[in-house]
């Protein structure tokens, strides 16, 4: 059965700083792209960012460019978003999700992804 958990989430002021994680079990995590998504009250579920298998390629949403990070670490079948200088307009319940995919490539629409977690909550504070 796979599993993602993520956790991280929080209250934090405008300027700050959060990481998320996103725990992966269940899968050979190797061979699937990674990706963050968020969805805020009355918005549809946006891409943030993707990471390919291996962590090869990124691909970040023109609002966070600069400002998150989206890392892996395939010995602990972990997928991070590491968020600074957040922005009140960052406010969401934020996801990670899982898609098979060939090397190097990066799925960006919701549909595209196979499993998904719970969510984890950010909330920015103006």
């Known amino acids: 059965q796979v599993q993602l958990v993520e956790s991280g989430g929080g209250l934090v002021q405008a300027g700050g700083s959060l990481r998320l994680s996103c725990a992966a079990s269940?899968?050979?995590?190797?061979?699937?792209?990674m990706g963050w998504f968020r969805q805020a009250p009355g918005k549809e579920r946006e891409v943030v960012a993707g990471?390919?298998?291996?962590?090869?390629?990124?691909y970040y949403k023109d609002s966070v460019k600069g400002r998150f990070t989206i890392s892996t670490d395939n010995a602990k079948n972990t997928v991070y978003l590491q968020m600074n200088s957040v922005k009140p307009e960052d406010t969401a319940l934020y996801y990670c999700?899982?898609?098979?995919?060939?090397?190097?490539?990066?799925?960006?629409?919701?549909?595209?992804?196979?499993?998904w977690g719970q969510g984890t909550q950010v909330t920015v504070s103006s």
């Open positions: 269940g899968l050979t995590f190797s061979s699937y792209g």
């Open positions: 999700a899982a898609a098979r995919t060939q090397l190097g490539v990066i799925r960006v629409g919701a549909r595209e992804y196979d499993y």
């Open positions: 990471i390919s298998r291996l962590g090869i390629r990124t």
